[in-house]
């Protein structure tokens, strides 16, 4: 029940509040801040080992095991990735520490393409804005983020779920960087359950 009301109020936060990132004309596109990617500290959800990023495009999904809004996102995930594959693009999903064994039960359940991690301090989490889960990060193969928000359209105003997107956000971005173009829509919201971090403080 506290993780579905942290969602529907971040969602209705999101919707009814100005960001506090500087936008750039549209209400859902901001200036993405100027960093590359470098070790993150990140460590396998499955066997505890360092993962390092590699050269190549990567889409770095902040998910949880709990939100029911991330756990809706799965299908789509599994497709996405399904879509692209690993010889295009390297997947992490960043679950929260805390959720060690259901993290790795709940990414072998759902068969996503990729790589379980943690991310203890949320040091690129925090370097990038991301507040609420699932909010997806893509970083060219230079390690440029290109885009940051939301997987699709489908999550709307207090929680309200559409059956069909109308628009497939992390999906374009993730075309137009491999093709090697500016990403038409860089920052979108995202709307879900806060991170660990942003309710803590």
Same mark, same amino acid.
């Given at each position: 029940m506290t993780v579905q009301f942290l969602c529907i109020f971040s969602s209705y936060f999101h919707q009814g509040q100005k960001p506090s990132i500087n936008t750039s004309g549209k209400s859902d596109i901001y200036a993405l801040p100027a960093l590359r990617l470098s070790d993150p500290g990140w460590r396998s959800? +499955?066997?505890?080992?360092?993962? =390092? !990023?590699?050269?190549?495009? =990567?889409? %770095?999904? /902040?998910?949880?095991?709990? $939100? !029911?809004?991330?756990? #809706?996102?799965? &299908?789509?995930?599994?497709?996405?990735?399904?879509?692209?594959? *690993? #010889?295009? %693009?390297?997947?992490?999903?960043?679950?929260? &520490?805390?959720? #060690?064994?259901?993290? $790795?039960?709940?990414?072998?359940?759902?068969?996503? @393409?990729?790589? &379980? @991690?943690? *991310? &203890?301090? /949320?040091?690129?989490? #925090?370097? $990038?804005?991301?507040?609420? =889960? !699932?909010?997806? +990060?893509?970083?060219?193969s230079g390690g440029t983020l290109r885009y940051r928000g939301r997987i699709d359209d489908r999550i709307a105003v207090m929680g309200e779920w559409k059956t069909r997107a109308t628009r497939r956000d992390l999906f374009l971005a993730i075309r137009e960087v491999i093709a090697g173009k500016k990403v038409t829509r860089p920052q979108t919201d995202a709307n879900g359950c806060f991170l660990p971090f942003v309710v803590e403080n």
């Amino acid at each position: 029940m506290t993780v579905q009301f942290l969602c529907i109020f971040s969602s209705y936060f999101h919707q009814g509040q100005k960001p506090s990132i500087n936008t750039s004309g549209k209400s859902d596109i901001y200036a993405l801040p100027a960093l590359r990617l470098s070790d993150p500290g990140w460590r396998s959800a +499955l066997d505890g080992s360092a993962v =390092t !990023p590699k050269r190549y495009v =990567t889409v %770095v999904l /902040y998910t949880s095991v709990e $939100c !029911p809004i991330a756990r #809706k996102y799965r &299908p789509e995930l599994k497709r996405l990735g399904a879509e692209f594959g *690993e #010889k295009q %693009v390297q997947w992490r999903y960043v679950f929260a &520490p805390e959720d #060690k064994s259901a993290a $790795c039960a709940a990414f072998r359940e759902s068969k996503l @393409v990729g790589i &379980p @991690v943690f *991310e &203890p301090d /949320y040091r690129l989490a #925090k370097l $990038c804005s991301v507040r609420v =889960t !699932p909010t997806a +990060l893509v970083f060219d193969s230079g390690g440029t983020l290109r885009y940051r928000g939301r997987i699709d359209d489908r999550i709307a105003v207090m929680g309200e779920w559409k059956t069909r997107a109308t628009r497939r956000d992390l999906f374009l971005a993730i075309r137009e960087v491999i093709a090697g173009k500016k990403v038409t829509r860089p920052q979108t919201d995202a709307n879900g359950c806060f991170l660990p971090f942003v309710v803590e403080n």
